[in-house]
T-cell receptor, first 112, second 115 residues
Framework: ETGVTQSPTHLIKTRGQQVTLRCSSQSGHNTVSWYQQALGQGPQFIFQYYREEENGRGNFPPRFSGLQFPNYSSELNVNALELDDSALYLC???????????FGSGTQLSVL | GNSVTQMEGPVTLSEEAFLTINCTYTATGYPSLFWYVQYPGEGLQLLLKATKADDKGSNKGFEATYRKETTSFHLEKGSVQVSDSAVYFCALSNAGGTSYGKLTFGQGTILTVHP
């Protein structure tokens, strides 16, 4: 049990739509990172938020955006969905930028 | 840029067999190295880590040694159990210090252990 909860567990969208994925971290975890894991691949870093500010971004276009809230919850938003966005999206939180990560079980997004 | 390459899988072993999963990396500077494990239906869990050359990370009978000369971080276990069946990911971070948040992962190796 990592204390990181993601919702929804599964989601189906159509191309061009927008989606919001949610993550609830442990109390005191001021850092959250988001990863995309395509089928059969390792997770790829999307971005990290530290104390509600973006603190690093991977090689993902601006239509991937995020928010972090003071209550230790966060969101990943993806606009103009493409078929290649189909993947497992993982949220990971930590009590600091240089601390151990705690991963959620992920949201499986399918884009049709 | 950073990259991590894991041995081709999947790996199938009998219980009590010796396990090696190879991992090599490309990175600038002095990255920290990690092994993560993903059990069916669960999130990724940190298995072990090493933050500098010649460090050995160990946990639950698994070991890996940070070899800078060969840019490798191979995972080993002397006697696997059925409960070790999972997907194993090698990863690195060189975002500064021992930052764990911005990781580059390998493609993962599926391990299946039969009784």
């Amino acid at each position: 049990e990592t204390g990181v909860t993601q919702s929804p567990t599964h989601l189906i969208k159509t191309r061009g739509q927008q989606v919001t994925l949610r993550c609830s971290s442990q109390s005191g975890h001021n850092t959250v990172s988001w990863y995309q894991q395509a089928l059969g691949q390792g997770p790829q870093f999307i971005f990290q938020y530290y104390r509600e500010e973006e603190n690093g971004r991977g090689n993902f276009p601006p239509r991937f955006s995020g928010l972090q809230f003071p209550n230790y919850s966060s969101e990943l938003n993806v606009n103009a969905l493409e078929l290649d966005d189909s993947a497992l999206y993982l949220c990971a939180s930590s009590p600091g930028r240089y601390e151990k990560l705690f991963f959620g079980s992920g949201t499986q997004l399918s884009v049709l | 840029g950073n990259s991590v390459t894991q041995m081709e899988g999947p790996v199938t072993l009998s219980e009590e067999a010796f396990l090696t999963i190879n991992c090599t990396y490309t990175a600038t500077g002095y990255p920290s190295l990690f092994w993560y494990v993903q059990y069916p239906g669960e999130g990724l869990q940190l298995l072990l880590k090493a933050t500098k050359a010649d460090d050995k990370g160990s946990n639950k009978g698994f070991e890996a040694t940070y070899r800078k000369e060969t840019t490798s971080f191979h995972l080993e276990k002397g006697s696997v159990q059925v409960s070790d069946s999972a997907v194993y990911f090698c990863a690195l971070s060189n975002a500064g210090g021992t930052s764990y948040g911005k990781l580059t992962f390998g493609q993962g190796t599926i391990l299946t252990v039969h009784p």
